[in-house]
DNA sequence: TTCCCGCACGAACGATCGTTAGGTTGACCG
DNA sequence: CGGTCAACCTAACGATCGTTCGTGCGGGAA
């Protein structure tokens, strides 16, 4: 049936070890989480996490990086330049809803226990997300050209944008898939409406 | 010159030890924030801190609700209903931005931290951060029966509008006032073109 | 002056933390 | 069969945590 009888015979191998680690860092935080805390989810003693990961510190950067890296991998196409500025919003935001809905956990390591990461791990975690951050930004100044959108900074528009939706990924829990459907329908909605009025919603 | 000679000769009253902690709570976590940490920066020895608190959770709770508190005092009259919804959002959006600007430490405190209080702490601090959404979201609903806004949810929009202005107080620091003001105006805009153009963004 | 008491102190408590050392198991390879 | 090695174990290390205890000081009241 299985491959081997050396495999793991429950969940504890290296990822099962990862996903509960970074269940209990977004529980509890990851100084409140202890290895204690995560050998007893996995089934194993506290020890044994050393044959796997050389410290705690590196099992919540292995948490932060594999998350951003996956998550430019499945993001950041959708933003490619054959696709019109406002089409190419709409699949970011969407697919940004989709992936932080599937990785509930790890949105809210990375994003809220990253900082306790020594600041040389931190940086190829922030490069990664720099980078999705400027592609975001540079299709908001492709549409400015184009003339579809009209912001006074196509930079702060990029983080007005992607506040909005990780603001969105900390408290929303879709019922369904449906549910989650119509939200990132919505969100691509009110990112666009945004864009494209904000050049002209000048007050006074 | 000072009202009597009792009093802390330096900055060591009951406020500036919150003040302090705040702001090492802000830096590196309520958890990795020790009390000797705390007690080193207001010059005094970890035990005096317990004969103004009772407890290290309870200066996390009195810095979070104290905060919440004052925010909702500052912040929540911007709303009232002689102003039109869009002047209102607009003053509100330029009050939390000033506000939270003022109080940098406390606004990260208070919304990355509050998690390590108990749930019958938190709760008091959840009614007041409540309180304020729904006024945003009766604002909006407002806005879209005088037909200013459009929007397809108004506590959905409430929620955006909330999260693009608290992220924006995680990273934005502004260099002088002018810089500040002119970002208070640009959210201003950005959250009145949501509201006008959400519902009308529909995508297909 | 004497008493009082708010406030800060030094010292230490027990608990828990991340981590390490050393031993045991058992599947695989020659 | 005997050797190898990854994986897991038990036990414990030193450090640091939040907190408590008993004491000392020094200004205001009696």
């Given at each position: 049936?299985?491959?081997?009888?050396?495999?793991?015979?429950?969940?504890?191998?290296?990822?099962?070890?990862l996903?509960?680690?970074?269940?209990?860092?977004?529980?509890?935080?990851?100084?409140?989480?202890?290895?204690?805390?995560?050998?007893?989810?996995?089934?194993?003693?506290?020890?044994?996490l050393y044959?796997h990961f050389p410290s705690k510190e590196r099992i919540l950067f292995e948490i932060?990086y594999?998350?951003?890296?996956?998550?430019?991998?499945?993001?950041?196409?959708?933003?490619?330049?054959?696709?019109?500025?406002?089409?190419?919003?709409?699949?970011?935001?969407?697919?940004?809803?989709?992936?932080?809905?599937?990785?509930?956990?790890?949105?809210?390591?990375?994003?809220?226990?990253?900082?306790?990461l020594?600041?040389?791990l931190?940086?190829?975690?922030?490069?990664?997300?720099?980078?999705?951050?400027?592609?975001?930004?540079?299709?908001?100044?492709?549409?400015?050209?184009?003339?579809?959108?009209?912001?006074?900074?196509?930079?702060?528009?990029?983080?007005?944008?992607?506040?909005?939706?990780?603001?969105?990924?900390?408290?929303?829990?879709?019922?369904?898939?449906?549910?989650?459907?119509?939200?990132?329908?919505?969100?691509?909605?009110?990112?666009?409406?945004?864009?494209?009025?904000?050049?002209?919603?000048?007050?006074?």
């Amino acid at each position: 049936m299985t491959a081997s009888l050396r495999d793991r015979p429950e969940g504890r191998s290296r990822d099962d070890m990862l996903e509960h680690a970074a269940r209990l860092f977004a529980e509890k935080g990851y100084d409140a989480a202890s290895m204690r805390d995560i050998a007893e989810e996995v089934a194993v003693r506290p020890s044994s996490l050393y044959h796997h990961f050389p410290s705690k510190e590196r099992i919540l950067f292995e948490i932060c990086y594999g998350f951003q890296r996956d998550f430019n991998l499945e993001v950041l196409p959708e933003l490619r330049a054959d696709r019109s500025p406002e089409a190419a919003i709409r699949a970011a935001i969407r697919s940004e809803i989709l992936f932080s809905n599937r990785r509930w956990s790890q949105v809210r390591v990375a994003s809220r226990e990253r900082r306790s990461l020594p600041r040389e791990l931190q940086a190829p975690i922030n490069a990664l997300r720099r980078q999705y951050r400027d592609a975001m930004a540079a299709t908001i100044e492709r549409g400015c050209r184009e003339g579809v959108f009209s912001v006074p900074d196509p930079k702060l528009a990029a983080m007005a944008v992607l506040d909005m939706i990780s603001g969105l990924g900390h408290w929303f829990k879709p019922r369904d898939r449906s549910d989650l459907e119509r939200m990132a329908a919505r969100y691509g909605d009110a990112a666009v409406a945004m864009l494209r009025g904000w050049g002209a919603a000048t007050a006074g």
